[in-house]
C-alpha cells in the first residue's frame, strides 16, 4: 500500500500571501488529520477530517482552514501568512475518526513552509 | 488540562547501555499512550502504543496510571536507535473525533559508539 503522500514537498511565501497544502490518505483510510510542527511550539494539532466534515478543531485561528474531498483527499489553507507559520505541516491518515481504541495514524513526509 | 511532558530534550548514552525516555501525562478522562519515532530525514512513525503491551525493537513502555508516566524502556541501546522521540495522548471524543493527538515536545536519542 502506497503511505500517506504531501504535495508540496517544500514551498517559500511571502507574508500576505496564502497557501494550500494537499495530503492524499493511504487508500481506504477516511479520516485525515492535520499538524503543525515548529521548534518552539513542537508537534500541534490543527484540525481532522472525516467524510468532507470537519470531527475536531485545535487552537489555531481562523486563517487555517481545510476541507476534505469525496476521495478522501485533504487540503489545508492558511490565509494572510505570518513569519510565524514557517514550520512543518503533517497529515496523518487513519480508517475512521469514532474508533476509541487500537487505531493508528499514519503520517506522511510533510510540507515545509518558508514564510519571508 | 491536557498534557504530555517528556522532560528531557536529549538523552545521551553509550551503546550498550540502558536507555529510560521519561513521558509524563495529564488527562481526566481513560488514556491511550503512544510512542512516535522519527529517524533522520524519515517520516514520523507509530513504535509502540499501551494497549498492545508488545515489544518493538527491543523497547517496551508501560502505562503507570497511579504516577501518569508513560515512560519507554530498552536495556540495551543501539547505535540505529538515535533518534526523536514523541510521546502522545490519543484525546477528543465526545463531541470530536478520536484521532487528535497532543504530542510531548520530544526528547532526541543519541546512541554513541
Known amino acids: 500500500k502506497a503511505g500517506v503522500t504531501q504535495t508540496p514537498r517544500y514551498l517559500i511565501k511571502t507574508r500576505g500571501q496564502q497557501v494550500t497544502l494537499s495530503c492524499s490518505p493511504i487508500?481506504?483510510?477516511?479520516?485525515v488529520s492535520w499538524y503543525q510542527q515548529t521548534p518552539g511550539q513542537g508537534l500541534q494539532f490543527l484540525f481532522e477530517?472525516?467524510?468532507?466534515?470537519?470531527?475536531n478543531k485545535g487552537n489555531f485561528p481562523g486563517r487555517f482552514s481545510g476541507r476534505q474531498f469525496s476521495n478522501s483527499r485533504s487540503e489545508m489553507n492558511v490565509s494572510t501568512l505570518e513569519l510565524g507559520d514557517s514550520a512543518l505541516y503533517l497529515c496523518?491518515?487513519?480508517?475512521?475518526?469514532?474508533?476509541?481504541?487500537?487505531?493508528?495514524?499514519?503520517f506522511g513526509p510533510g510540507t515545509r513552509l518558508l514564510v519571508l | 488540562a491536557q498534557r504530555v511532558t517528556q522532560p528531557e530534550k536529549l538523552l545521551s548514552v553509550f551503546k550498550g547501555a540502558p536507555v529510560e525516555l521519561k513521558c509524563n501525562y495529564s488527562?481526566?478522562?481513560?488514556?491511550?499512550l503512544f510512542w512516535y519515532v522519527q529517524y533522520s530525514r524519515q517520516r514520523l512513525q507509530l513504535l509502540l502504543r499501551?494497549?498492545s503491551r508488545e515489544s518493538i525493537k527491543g523497547f517496551t513502555a508501560d502505562l503507570n496510571k497511579g504516577e501518569t508516566s508513560f515512560h519507554l524502556k530498552k536495556p540495551f541501546a543501539q547505535e540505529e536507535d538515535s533518534a526523536m522521540y514523541y510521546c502522545?495522548?490519543?484525546?477528543?471524543?465526545?463531541?470530536?473525533?478520536?484521532?487528535?493527538?497532543?504530542f510531548g515536545a520530544g526528547t532526541r536519542l543519541a546512541v554513541h559508539p
Open positions: 496523518a491518515s487513519s480508517f475512521s475518526y469514532r474508533v476509541p481504541e487500537g487505531q493508528t495514524q499514519y
Open positions: 487508500s481506504g483510510h477516511r479520516s
Open positions: 477530517y472525516f467524510s468532507e466534515t470537519q470531527r
Open positions: 488527562y481526566s478522562g481513560s488514556p491511550e
Open positions: 499501551h494497549i
Open positions: 502522545a495522548l490519543r484525546a477528543g471524543g465526545r463531541s470530536g473525533g478520536y484521532n487528535k493527538l497532543i
